[in-house]
T-cell receptor
Framework: NAGVTQTPKFRVLKTGQSMTLLCAQD?????MYWYRQDPGMGLRLIHY???????AKGEVPDGYNVSRLKKQNFLLGLESAAPSQTSVYFC???????????FGDGTRLSIL | ELKVEQNPLFLSMQEGKNYTIYCNYS?????LYWYRQDPGKSLESLFV?????AVKQEGRLMASLDTKARLSTLHITAAVHDLSATYFC????????????FGEGTQLTVNP
């Protein structure tokens, strides 16, 4: 049982480059989330989805886009990477309300 | 805007001692979650608290929720080294998507 899988695990980008982070879950969960974790700031929600084909903005959405074309996948895109987007990105999924979110192992992204 | 504050942010304690981590939040909610994160790892769900007065216990950890005071506590009993980790509380602001707002985390070190 893989749970929540994030790809890639590490990446280094140059300023202005674009990339997509992939999150895949095999638990048939409805809800999916993208967070970033920076030192001393806990986790902050970037975007989320309440079901296939839906997306919504979280607390810090600027500079990111998302898509959820299939229920099991939630993609996070950086159109033009900036050094301020250097962070650890976590994806999470949740079955239904009042259940805990299940987290992936994270993607460590550095932008030079 | 929901704000979640944890204290202390750093905690160094001896094995065998007891201590409490506090999580205060700023708006009405009766859904609170505790997570554990080991260095460089993902987040692991510890407790789900869904009502005023809720108390959950697992091993040496006990969590409680007082929705009137907007306060949750994570009590550690007779700490052992294996409990060394960062502990996060997260509050569901009862908005669309069951979005969580995380505290900054409490970095716990248990010394022999």
């Amino acid at each position: 049982n893989a749970g929540v899988t994030q790809t890639p695990k590490f990446r280094v980008l140059k300023t202005g480059q674009s990339m997509t982070l992939l999150c895949a879950q095999d638990m048939n969960h409805e809800y999916m989330y993208w967070y970033r974790q920076d030192p001393g700031m806990g986790l902050r929600l970037i975007h989320y989805s309440v079901g296939e084909g839906t997306t919504a903005k979280g607390e810090v959405p600027d500079g990111y886009n998302v898509s959820r074309l299939k229920k099991q996948n939630f993609l996070l895109g950086l159109e033009s990477a900036a050094p301020s987007q250097t962070s650890v990105y976590f994806c999470a999924s949740m079955d239904r309300l009042n259940q805990p979110q299940h987290f992936g192992d994270g993607t460590r992204l550095s932008i030079l | 805007e929901l704000k979640v504050e944890q204290n202390p942010l750093f905690l160094s304690m001896q094995e065998g001692k007891n201590y409490t981590i506090y999580c205060n939040y700023s708006t009405t909610s009766d859904r609170l979650y505790w997570y554990r994160q080991d260095p460089g790892k993902s987040l692991e769900s510890l407790f789900v608290l869904l009502s005023n007065g809720a108390v959950k216990q697992e091993g040496r950890l006990m969590a409680s929720l007082d929705t009137k005071a907007r306060l949750s506590t994570l009590h550690i009993t007779a700490a052992v080294h294996d409990l060394s980790a960062t502990y996060f509380c997260a509050v569901d602001g009862l908005t669309s998507g069951s979005r969580l707002t995380f505290g900054e985390g409490t970095q716990l070190t248990v010394n022999p």
